[in-house]
């Protein structure tokens, strides 16, 4: 089938809640993707910052091919040795052998997670960034400072703040004492890849220590190597309370994680 069969099979058959493609990808390799009429292209979305090792490398289609050969999804109930594998690079990765792994399936779920986790602290207020992405899903679109993508579906959660990136003195006016968390990302990604003040992140994470509130690094599109650090926040010098990452977690698959530091480990 052609681009324009494809597009019409998608009208017939696809909600229309991002809109219409303009054309359909049928295959990739590397940086390279073809589209449904042979037409190659160079992927720079790379799967919105997702297949950071490109399409069908060699290595991950090795690993998935010989765990599905061996054994599928065992839920929740059971321990799986690739699992806890993982875990244990990501809690060495943090530097920080008291942190402890939640997986999930997206970044969103991710920051699903850690607003739960927050919510163990018995306090509910939350501070954000003006412009920040944190997810499409309720918790993580309200947590979402961009008012184009929650307009559609308020009301949303209540008692959240978001204030101007990089802003230290409008984040000292937002934290306080019934704060639960504040979430950043290290560097805003969907705003325009902005890197805040050099001491930005030590101060927020100062405030977020004499208020108790816990501090949250959304590490989903700067994670996994993507800044030259494995995390992106790393250059600041500060240890947060809590890690989401995604995205090239996965390398293209459906792949997240909750990362909770010293006490914030403990909640659950």
């Known amino acids: 089938m052609k681009n324009k069969e494809l597009i019409s099979q998608w009208k017939k058959t696809t909600q229309n809640n991002y809109g219409v493609p ?47 050969s061996v054994l599928g999804h065992v839920s929740n109930f059971y321990a799986h040795p690739n699992a806890l594998a993982l875990a244990e690079k990501l809690i060495s990765m943090t530097g920080d052998k008291s942190a402890r792994v939640f997986f999930c399936q997206s970044g969103a779920e991710a920051n699903e997670a850690a607003l739960k986790l927050s919510r163990r602290t018995g306090r509910v207020r ?52 019934k704060t639960a968390m504040v979430i950043l990302e290290p560097i805003m990604g969907e705003a325009g890849v902005i890197v805040p ?14 208020s108790g509130a816990l501090l949250v690094i959304d590490a989903i599109q700067t994670g996994m190597g993507r800044t030259g650090d494995w995390f992106g926040y790393e250059y600041s010098g500060i240890k947060p309370d809590v890690i989401t990452v995604a995205k090239g977690l996965g390398g293209g698959l459906p792949l997240g994680a909750m990362i909770a530091l010293g006490k914030a480990a403990e909640l659950f």
Do not use: W
């Not at 449904?36 to 091919?65: E, R």
């Not at 703040?161 to 003195?169: E, L, S, W």
């Not at 003040?197 to 004499?210: G, I, S, T, W």
């Open 22 to 68: 303009s054309l359909a990808l049928v295959k990739g390799k590397g940086l390279v993707v073809t589209d449904a009429d042979g037409k190659n292209y160079l992927d720079f979305l790379g799967g919105i910052a997702t297949n950071i090792l490109g399409h069908a490398h060699p290595a991950i289609v090795k690993a998935v091919s010989k765990q599905i």
């Open 126 to 177: 939350i501070v954000a960034a003006r412009g920040a992405f944190h997810g499409r899903t309720m918790g993580a679109l309200s947590l979402t400072g961009q008012p184009a993508k929650r307009e559609p579906f308020v009301p949303l959660l209540k008692g959240i703040k978001h204030v101007a990136f990089g802003d230290i003195n409008a984040m000292r006016r937002a934290i306080n004492k």
């Open 197 to 210: 003040p050099a001491d930005y992140l030590a101060e927020v994470r100062q405030l977020c220590d004499a």
